[in-house]
């Protein structure tokens, strides 16, 4: 069961429990400022997992303006309004949740922690708080359902070149429980991500963040009589080469041996690029997937008005404001600026969530304030992860938790209806 708002600690007393330990000699082991969290996370990363997590397209221009445009907006906060009772808890498709926070769905994340997926799921039933799980997760959606529960879950598809796959993906989704499936619009392609394309790593080709395939059926039939396309030239033959077959062998399911000697697990990995992503796909799509299940269909990547007022014409539940963490599009807008477009766009429609870029609890306030019902929490949980498995993640929304609850309080609101876009001023100087 998902923790109410009442039933965890309150920021007052999580914010005390922190300065008490101080007073035995004990700091935080996970940094409470956001840019100390990644600074610390980094040094235990690898450098390609490094610049998988923490990288962004080309001169990383949209990361910048994901954090930059916060600063347009001021909190205005007001005065002797009883705050003292707060209440932070929130609707998310139709459920009481603790706070207006997500997980959003990030993949690979074998790449910082052996548990990955299962670690952030132990997190996110600890604090109720929602996941959207990844479809490049490292492990199953299964297993990551077991360790949720019944805390709230949905799936994140990436619509793949053979519909039967997305209908099997979509069908997993809804026996493990999923509230609804999160559509990924802006990945139909990868990105021109230079930290990656310097390290030239790309963690599926090593089996890694390919779970939900692997252990699909479908994939795994479409995999056998897969043929990959001859005039793709093949890499040449190096140290290198070997170990990344020794390493696709090693991650994907079934005997090290068998998958190595066999050819299985190089097929795996093959059938996986080819089928991954579908530019083809367009909005008279959607009627598919409409037809394959009877969950919500939540849109994610969405920053144009005018694709929202789409999003509602072609009966969608919902959509997520994302520029994919600023990993797709370099100079692409900014999430939190394209916020308010989308929620005009909508007329209150459908409801809107919004990630890339959320850091702090002034952050979730903000984007609140400005018509998002939620937000989804990204890279920061991957640092926490990084440093200290399921209690880093743990430590991570707890102290973002706190952080707006006191921001909102402090804002003279007791609760999420108070926040309004009037608790906000525009910056003259961003204006002029």
């Known amino acids: 069961m998902s923790v109410s708002s009442s039933q965890r600690p309150s920021a007052l007393e999580h914010q005390a429990r922190i300065y008490l330990r101080g007073g035995a000699g004990l700091t935080p082991p996970v940094p409470v400022d956001p840019l100390s969290l990644e600074e610390k996370a980094q040094k235990y990363m690898s450098p390609a997992a490094a610049a998988y997590i923490i990288g962004g397209a080309g ?42 926070l997500m997980l959003a769905p990030i993949g690979v994340l074998e790449m910082v922690h052996k548990k990955a997926d299962l670690a952030v799921a132990a997190a996110a039933t600890a604090t109720g708080t929602p996941m959207v799980i990844s479809n490049q ?26 519909n039967e796959l997305v209908k099997s993906l979509v069908k997993r989704a809804e026996d493990i429980g999923s509230q609804a499936i999160v559509l990924t619009l802006d990945t139909t392609m990868l990105g021109w991500r230079n930290r990656d394309l310097e390290e030239a790593y790309l963690p ?54 068998k998958n190595l000697t066999s050819g299985k697990a190089l097929r795996l990995v093959r059938a996986f690029i080819h089928y991954f992503v579908r530019p ?14 009877s969950l919500p269909i939540i849109l994610k990547g969405i920053l144009h008005p005018e694709d929202a007022k789409l999003a509602v014409q072609y009966g969608v539940q919902g959509i997520i404001v994302s520029n994919h963490g600023g990993r797709q599009v370099d100079g692409a807008m900014s999430a939190i600026e394209a916020l ?58 707890q102290h973002l938790q706190a952080e707006f609850e006191l921001t909102m309080g402090l804002s003279g609101c007791k609760n999420i209806a108070e926040i309004r876009q009037s608790s906000l001023e525009e910056r003259v100087s961003w204006r002029n």
């Open 59 to 100: 001169r990383e221009r949209t990361i910048a303006f994901n954090r930059q445009d916060f600063d347009r907006w001021q909190i205005v906060p007001r005065m002797l309004r009883d705050v003292g009772t707060r209440d932070t808890s929130s609707s998310f498709l139709g459920q009481t949740i603790a706070s207006p």
């Open 137 to 162: 997760a490292s492990f199953p959606m299964e297993s990551i359902a077991r360790v949720l529960g019944e805390t709230p879950r949905m799936f994140q598809l990436y619509w793949s070149k053979s």
């Open 204 to 257: 599926f080709l090593r089996g890694q963040g390919i779970a939900q395939y692997t252990s699909d059926p479908v994939f795994r039939k479409l995999a056998e009589s897969f043929q990959p396309d001859v005039s793709v030239s093949k890499p040449p033959v190096t140290p290198a080469t070997i170990a990344m077959l020794l390493k696709q062998a090693d991650n994907v399911p079934g005997s090290f041996l």
């Open 280 to 293: 083809s796909l367009n909005w008279e799509n959607l009627a598919f997937l409409q037809d394959c299940t």
């Open 340 to 397: 308010p477009k989308v929620v005009s766009a909508v007329e209150g429609k459908i409801p809107v969530w919004m990630d890339s870029g959320i850091r702090t609890g002034a952050d979730m306030f903000k984007a609140i304030a400005l018509g998002a019902q939620a937000v989804c929490l990204g890279r920061p949980y991957v640092y926490g992860l990084t440093l200290a498995g399921k209690k880093g993640v743990q430590s991570v929304i």
